[in-house]
T-cell receptor, first 120, second 115 residues
Framework: GAVVSQHPSWVICKSGTSVKIECRSLDFQATTMFWYRQFPKQSLMLMATSNEGSKATYEQGVEKDKFLINHASLTLSTLTVTSAHPEDSSFYIC????????????????FGPGTRLTVL | LAKTTQPISMDSYEGQEVNITCSHNNIATNDYITWYQQFPSQGPRFIIQGYKTKVTNEVASLFIPADRKSSTLSLPRVSLSDTAVYYCLVGDMLFRLDSSYKLIFGSGTRLLVRP
């Protein structure tokens, strides 16, 4: 089945540093990937939509200069949290849509296992 | 995107059937109803999807009345491992080549299965 991986699974960094999180579709090509953030006991909040070969589309209230998204290939999207601060500590989840289902009425979005970011 | 309303939490016991109802009064004609399951510190996992009437797979059943303003996820004979948060999402599932489609998660239902 379709598998999405994330790396790293957890990361601890110092305040002011940048952290890169990778999202890979392992056995399918994903034209579109999505990045979510989830705080404890809360729901997933969509941050941005990442399209291969073009600029990401950010949701309202999400700082594009702070959360840099690059979707350089059909199997890889990266999220870089720049100048991280303790309030950026959260669970970051990516998801990907299989391009082979384009035009199909059925669409399933595949989620990665998440990355736990802790900023000290 | 249609807004969804679910109970915040539910309790059940092992072996019981659990029904989680989701309200989506503003569902549009092209919208499908999808349910995801999420365990702590994991990404959501697709459970089931439907448009109308009843859909059943090896994991759950999804009941959708004719007016489609609500849906019910039915989990038969739950076990402790079914303790998780369940999300109901409604959206136009047609894969648009302009990639305008996106999933918006509501608050979800926290299901606790007791021994």
């Amino acid at each position: 089945g379709a598998v999405v991986s994330q790396h790293p699974s957890w990361v601890i960094c110092k305040s002011g540093t940048s952290v890169k999180i990778e999202c890979r579709s392992l056995d399918f090509q994903a034209t579109t990937m999505f990045w979510y953030r989830q705080f404890p006991k809360q729901s997933l909040m969509l941050m941005a939509t990442s399209n291969e070969g073009s600029k990401a589309t950010y949701e309202q209230g999400v700082e594009k200069d702070k959360f840099l998204i690059n979707h350089a290939s059909l199997t890889l999207s990266t999220l870089t949290v720049t100048s991280a601060h303790p309030e950026d500590s959260s669970f970051y989840i990516c998801s990907a849509r299989d391009r082979t289902t384009a035009g199909s009425f059925y669409n399933e979005q595949f989620f990665g296992p998440g990355t736990r970011l802790t900023v000290l | 995107l249609a807004k969804t309303t679910q109970p915040i939490s539910m309790d059940s016991y092992e072996g019981q059937e659990v029904n989680i109802t989701c309200s989506h009064n503003n569902i549009a004609t092209n919208d499908y109803i999808t349910w995801y399951q999420q365990f702590p510190s994991q990404g959501p996992r697709f459970i089931i999807q439907g448009y109308k009437t009843k859909v059943t797979n090896e994991v759950a059943s999804l009941f959708i009345p004719a007016d489609r303003k609500s849906s019910t996820l039915s989990l038969p004979r739950v076990s402790l491992s079914d303790t998780a948060v369940y999300y109901c999402l409604v959206g136009d599932m047609l894969f648009r080549l302009d990639s305008s489609y996106k999933l918006i998660f509501g608050s979800g239902t926290r299901l606790l299965v007791r021994p």
